[in-house]
């Protein structure tokens, strides 16, 4: 498409509990021609997108107990998001979240609650810590403690959700699981 490519951009400012630090949030929909980008503003939209990024961040500062002097906390001043042109689903370098608008663009389930569960884990992977050069946790260690921390935050929604969804697994999957045993809606959840 020609023309001009506009990029809305929204940043926030949050304080962090227990701390003198402020975090800078910064959320872009670099694709907002895309179908993905488009549904995205739709459904979602940067304001919706820095509200979940900082509800995660609340949720896995509490969860890491970062309140806690004992326990060592990475600085991080700036997180970004950007929506963007990529394959695959999201990914995480350093505080740099990316999202496939491809991805938004084609995903058939509840896309709320989808977005919600990706910035839970994405968030994760910016608190996370994963070893040290030369020293590095493996892959499935850190990809399994984002994982742990996104089903733990819906878990304490609702108690019992990962035993009653490791029943229901015994017979196939649906999407309803999640709405079937958390009895919330996709905004609540
Ligand atoms: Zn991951």
Known sequence: MAGLVFLSILALVV???????ALELVASNASPASPGGQRFDAELGINGALSMMVDAIHYIQMAFAYSSPATPRKTVDTITFTLEDMPGVAYTYGSQFHLSASYVAGYTGEFQREMRSIVYHEMTH????????????PS???????????LSYVNDLRPG?????????????????????TGKSVEQL
Do not use: C, M, Y
């Open 15 to 21: 304080a962090i509990p227990h701390t003198t630090l």
């Open 126 to 137: 910016v608190w996370q810590w994963d070893g040290k050069d030369g020293n590095r946790a």
């Open 140 to 150: 499935g260690l850190i990809e399994g403690i984002a994982s742990f921390i996104t």
């Open 161 to 181: 959700f990962v035993t009653e969804l490791n029943s229901k697994l015994a017979t196939g999957w649906s999407e309803s699981f999640f709405s079937d045993l």
